[in-house]
């Protein structure tokens, strides 16, 4: 099993910044992606920014200038540095690892989501 913990949401200003992080733990033999969603009330979850192991970065158009994606492979923790957060950032932030697990018979690759970490910003 793998598990996927968020931190770092908050209520802050517009203008302002946040930090969240999301540590992967459990029967993990490497991690192939990691990366950053969300949802606003009544709408559907969308990319928020993703990298890969090789360090390959995908950022939503709306967030590109303003949020940054650290690299995980050091400790299979990943962070979203957010600067500069409008009111429309507001949403619960959800962590999402591409995670291979090693088996007797061979690798398996799973798709792992964390609980979620609300960001409110306030205009």
């Known amino acids: 099993q793998v598990q996927l913990v968020e931190s770092g949401g908050g209520l802050v200003q517009a203008g302002g910044s946040l930090r969240l992080s999301c540590a992967a733990s459990?029967?993990?033999?490497?991690?192939?992606?990691m990366g950053w969603y969300r949802q606003a009330p009544g709408k559907q979850r969308e990319l928020v920014a993703t990298?890969?192991?090789?360090?390959?970065?995908n950022y939503a158009d709306s967030v590109k200038g303003r949020f940054t994606i650290s690299d995980f492979n050091a400790q299979n923790t990943v962070y979203l540095q957010m600067n500069s957060l409008k009111p429309e950032d507001t949403a619960v932030y959800y962590c999402?690892?591409?995670?291979?697990?090693?088996?007797?018979?061979?690798?398996?690759?799973?798709?792992?989501w964390g609980q979620g970490t609300q960001v409110t910003v306030s205009s």
């Open positions: 990298i890969t192991s090789g360090g390959s970065t």
């Open positions: 459990g029967t993990i033999f490497s991690i192939d992606a």
């Open positions: 999402n690892a591409r995670v291979i697990t090693k088996y007797t018979m061979g690798l398996m690759t799973g798709n792992y």
